[in-house]
C-alpha cells in the first residue's frame, strides 16, 4: 500500500491488518519496520519483488488538496505526487510474470473527475469535466493503464468527503462551528459528495474482493446534500449557530486555488456500489455526522 501515512491510508492499515491481512507499506524515507519498504515515486524506482506475490496493491498518495495555497508551484506537485506513484506502480505490476501480479489495482481517484455539475446528477459514466481537479484526475487515472493492459483488474476510487473529526471535510470546520463563527460556504446551494469513514473502509474492502467490478467507482453516500444542508445538519449535531456564511469573495482571498474547488458543485451518485448490492452503514447524513462526531 501507498499513501499508508494520510488520514484515510492510516485508517485501511488498521482495518486490514485487523483483519488479518498482511500489508506492506511504501515509504518515502528509509524503512523503520519489518513491514515497510522504501520506493522512490518521483524517480519512478520500486523494487519489483516488493509487489511480486502480493494478492493487492492499493495507492491513496498523493499530496493533501486543501492543506496549502494553491500557489503554481503547490499545483504541479498536487499532480506529480499521484501521477508518478500511479505510473511507478502500473508499470512495476505490468512488468512482472503474469503469475507474479495482483490480482487487483485500487488507486485512489476523486469526484473532482466530474467538475462543476451543478444541480445535474452524475454516476461513473459521465465524462470528465473541466478545470484544475479535472486534468489531474484525468491524467491520474490514465496513469493507471499498463497494469490495466497487462490483465490486471483496476479500480479507481473516486472518493468523495469522508467524514471523521479527525481529518478530511469535518476537521477543520469543527473549531468555527462551536465558535459560532461558521456558516454555509458562498451561496451554499453547490452538492457535497459526502461519505462516512466506515462506509469508505468498507467499500475500500468490498472492492478488493469483487471480481466483477473494474474501472470508475464513485466512494461517496448515496444521498448527497448541499453545502446549506450540511452546514444545518453539522450545526444542529453540534448544538451551535451557523448564522454567518463565508462570501466567496472571502474564500477566494483566504484559499486562493483552492477557493474554486471548495465553491464547485458536485452532484455524485455511487453507481457502481449501488448495483452491487453494497450495505451502507450510514447512507444518510444525520447518522454518518453522528458517527464521525462520537466514534
Known amino acids: 500500500m501507498a499513501g499508508v501515512s494520510g488520514f484515510l491510508g492510516t ?116 465524462p470528465a469535466g473541466e478545470g484544475f481537479l479535472a486534468d489531474v484526475c484525468r491524467v491520474w487515472e490514465a496513469a493507471t493503464r499498463p497494469a490495466e493492459d497487462a490483465g490486471v483488474r483496476v479500480v479507481r476510487l473516486r472518493t468523495g468527503l469522508p467524514l471523521h473529526r479527525d481529518g478530511g471535510l469535518l476537521k477543520p470546520q469543527l473549531l468555527p462551528f462551536k465558535l459560532g463563527i461558521a456558516g454555509k460556504l458562498g451561496s451554499g446551494r453547490q452538492w457535497l459528495p459526502w461519505i462516512s469513514l466506515r462506509d469508505w473502509l468498507d467499500a475500500t474492502v468490498f472492492l478488493l474482493t469483487a471480481e466483477e467490478i473494474a474501472g470508475p467507482v464513485n466512494v461517496v453516500g448515496p444521498h448527497p446534500v448541499t453545502n446549506a444542508e450540511f452546514t444545518r445538519e453539522l450545526a444542529r449535531q453540534l448544538h451551535r449557530p ?44 444525520p447518522a454518518a455526522l453522528h458517527a464521525a462526531l462520537t466514534e
Open 242 to 285: 451557523a448564522i454567518v456564511p463565508i462570501p466567496a469573495l472571502a474564500l477566494k482571498v483566504a484559499l486562493g486555488g483552492f477557493a474554486q474547488e471548495a465553491l464547485t458543485s458536485t452532484r455524485v451518485l455511487p453507481g457502481v456500489l449501488t448495483r452491487a448490492d453494497f450495505p451502507w452503514t450510514h447512507p444518510a447524513l
Open 11 to 126: 485508517r485501511l492499515v488498521d482495518r486490514l491488518t485487523g483483519d488479518g491481512h498482511q500489508v506492506t507499506r511504501l515509504v518515502r524515507r528509509s524503512p523503520r519496520n519489518p513491514d515497510e519498504q522504501r520506493w522512490d515515486p518521483a524517480a519512478g524506482q520500486l523494487d519489483p519483488a516488493v509487489v511480486a506475490g502480493a494478492e493487492a496493491v492499493v495507492n491513496l498518495a498523493g499530496a493533501g488538496v486543501g492543506d496549502k495555497r494553491w500557489t503554481d508551484d503547490y499545483r504541479r506537485v498536487i499532480r506529480s505526487s499521484r501521477v508518478d506513484s500511479t505510473t511507478t506502480l502500473a508499470v512495476t505490476i505490468a512488468g512482472l510474470p503474469a503469475a507474479d501480479r495482483p490480482r487487483v489495482l485500487l488507486n485512489s481517484s476523486a469526484v473532482g473527475w466530474y467538475g462543476n455539475t451543478g444541480d445535474r446528477v452524475v454516476e461513473e459514466d459521465a
